[in-house]
């Protein structure tokens, strides 16, 4: 995950991991300790073998495009067995219990349902009730 492309351009081992999608501020204190390295060392001044302990944790991880597929599926999952937080996200309205009455107005002012299954983008429109495709 780290390779010399993305060295050149952070200054800091933390900056270079926290641009990796699915790695926070907790997982990178977790490898860091894991590998016996400092948190805010330059790359530079790493060796390699500290570069292959800290790919190798990396790797134990669901990061980037797997964690991005990951969380769609069990989305979609969601919406396939009726649930509850299922339909709050078909209806893009807030899944964990937070108020809708003072906040998330945008998304009712919008009034479109958006519905995708099976790479079909079918939008509602709750005023006139016809269905369309989305360009």
């Known amino acids: 995950m780290i390779n010399s492309e993305n060295s050149l351009n952070k200054k800091n ?3 270079s991991l926290i641009s990796i999608y699915g790695i926070g501020k907790y997982r990178i204190k977790y490898i860091c300790n894991k590998c016996n390295v ?3 060392v330059n790359l530079k ?4 073998i500290d570069l292959l302990c800290i790919n190798k944790e990396i790797n134990n991880f669901l990061i980037k495009d797997d964690l991005k597929k990951k969380i769609n599926y069990d989305i979609k999952n969601l919406i396939s067995i009726n649930s509850y937080r299922g339909t709050r996200h078909l209806k893009n ?3 964990r219990g937070q108020r809708t009455r003072r906040n998330s107005k945008t998304n009712k002012k919008k009034n ?5 299954f099976d790479n ?3 939008i509602k429109n709750k005023n006139n009730g016809k269905n369309y495709k989305k360009k």
């Open 45 to 48: 001044y790493l060796n390699f």
């Open 93 to 95: 309205l807030p899944a």
């Open 112 to 116: 479109i349902k958006r519905i995708n």
């Open 13 to 15: 081992l933390f900056l």
């Open 120 to 122: 079909k983008n079918i």
């Open 38 to 40: 400092k948190l805010y």
